[in-house]
């Protein structure tokens, strides 16, 4: 490591404050929090989302936090984490990973969850200065369509337009793909470096001095999720922002990227769009009763060149429905939006595709406009923002465009100070690899925003146009609103 890396110390801390988010709906399972100074809290029963903090004294002792998942008394689960005693940065734990707190499905449960590493910092700019756990408890929502219908038998008489699905924004980028490549790659590290061209730290930054960091640094800017596919689906995910395309300059020509098309998150390669189709057909083949939605864009790429052609991509459906012996499986469009779930699952047509990826094209009749509440205001930190625009969304799409998607996500990674502050946290000798701007603000923002749409959408928003609740780092208990609300739209319709 180069000696030109200057890490900046803060004043020792004489206690560290962390903040914790909970949501339980399984009345089986208790949730328990603990930290060294402060009164354990235990949430059993069903609790709405919630949240609460300890404030620990590190200046003596250091600092231990944890929590546990119990079943009648019994614990299952377990995670820690312990905190420098003159820093207040992470020290041992096993959250100190983001990409590595995956959610847990079981047929009893499922679990997702996370961690924010604040590290040093003193002072709130624009990032926390608090650390964050979340912890969603909930019963398995995998065959939810299924369980709606048995509850409901409405909902089998109801057209697609009546769903409120749980979608994954960035679907693809719960990996970066062929890091150690793409690392190496002038074209790809000139760009990584123009990317913080505003931001504060720019000037004095050389990549060459923090060669050990730049992994870490790609993952907080670019990793919007941290499930696969086969866990999302399991969670009950139904809808996939998936955006396929090539490499970006030079990376396009290196045999590991040849002719590949992968997610990409602006210049960054995420999953492979086949192994996408894969996952999803060959999960649908288990799941009889499901459907799933999948939108195909072009937004943010940093190039026209890396766009495949719109026939093309659609040719991988097919051959990836060969692959995995689904060709059963039928192929749906924007025009089956009104059609009867009944008669989808009887025709078996249950992979939808409501694209936006070429106007020149075979497939073109067949394009969806999505009516998004995406705009310059979601490059924030402050939810309130978020819940402008959402207020500001009409209760039916303008004219032309086919359904509904709500945001629920913020760009923390588009806040220039966010951003400076994220990359310098990254690069110090106290950093972890659960300090992701976009992690810090999940949470905080799931606890303003979930209870936003339970309380607004079913009379805000028409129960007869297709609605998606796009969410980073999808979880069980965004599942569990959309199930609730699509009950309530069954009922309204």
């Not at 210049?267 to 189709?277: A, R």
Request: aromatic share 12%; proline share 4%; hydrophobic share 40%.
């Amino acid at each position: 490591m180069s000696s030109k890396v200057i890490i900046p110390v803060e004043k020792f801390m004489s206690t560290k404050g962390i903040e914790r988010y909970v949501f339980l709906d399984n009345e089986y399972f208790t949730i328990a929090f603990y930290a060294s100074g402060s009164k354990s809290v235990s949430f059993s029963n069903s609790h709405p989302m919630c949240k609460g903090s300890f404030h620990i004294n590190i200046l003596n002792d250091g600092g231990s936090f944890s929590w546990t998942i119990a079943y009648k008394k019994q614990v299952l689960i377990k995670h820690f984490a312990e905190i420098n005693h003159l820093l207040g940065n992470l020290l041992n734990s096993d959250l100190n990973n983001m990409m590595s707190t995956q959610s847990i499905i079981t047929n009893n449960y499922a679990l997702s969850y996370g961690f924010y590493d604040c590290g040093s910092r003193s002072i709130e700019v624009h990032l926390t200065n608090h650390d964050r756990s979340y912890v969603y408890l909930t019963k398995n929502y995998s065959e939810w369509m299924k369980d709606l219908a048995s509850e409901e038998p409405k909902f089998l008489e109801r057209p697609v337009n009546v769903l409120a699905l749980p979608g994954a924004h960035d679907a693809g980028m719960f990996e970066i793909f062929n890091p150690r490549s793409i690392l190496k790659n002038k074209d790809f590290l000139n760009r990584l470096h123009s990317h913080f061209k505003d931001s504060l730290m720019s000037k004095s930054m050389n990549f060459s001095d923090i060669t050990d960091y730049l992994e870490r640094i790609v993952i907080n800017i670019a990793c919007t999720q941290k499930d696969d596919i086969n866990t999302m689906l399991d969670l009950g995910i139904r809808y996939f922002d998936f955006r396929p395309g090539y490499c970006y300059g030079s990376l396009k020509s290196i045999p590991e990227f040849k002719g590949k098309i992968l997610h990409q998150h602006g210049f960054v390669p995420g999953y492979s769009y086949y192994g996408f189709l894969c996952d999803i057909l060959k999960w649908l083949s288990e799941h009889p009763s499901e459907i799933v939605v999948v939108n195909l864009n072009f937004q943010g790429f940093e190039e026209s060149s890396m766009k495949p052609n719109a026939d093309y991509l659609m040719r991988l459906v097919s051959d990836a429905q060969s692959a995995t012996n689904t060709l059963n499986i039928a192929i749906g469009n924007k025009t089956d939006l009104s059609a009867m779930i009944k008669q989808l699952l009887n025709e078996n047509k249950r992979l939808i595709f409501l694209n936006q990826i070429e106007a020149n094209s075979n497939t073109h009749k067949y394009e969806a406009c999505k009516y998004d509440s995406y705009n310059d205001n979601y490059a924030t930190t402050n939810v309130k923002k978020i819940l402008t625009v959402l207020n500001q969304m009409r209760f039916y799409p303008p004219e032309g465009q086919d359904y509904t998607v709500l945001q629920l996500q913020g760009t923390a990674t588009a806040d220039v100070i966010a951003c400076s502050t994220s990359v310098l946290d990254a690069i110090g000798p106290f950093s972890s690899d659960a300090m992701s701007p976009l992690m810090s603000t999940k949470a905080a923002f799931d606890y303003s925003t979930y209870p936003w749409i339970m309380n607004n959408v079913p009379d805000k928003f028409s129960p007869n146009t297709l609605l998606v609740f796009l969410n980073d780092f999808v979880d069980n208990a965004l599942v569990k609103h959309s199930i609730d609300i699509t009950l309530k739209r069954i009922l309204a319709s």
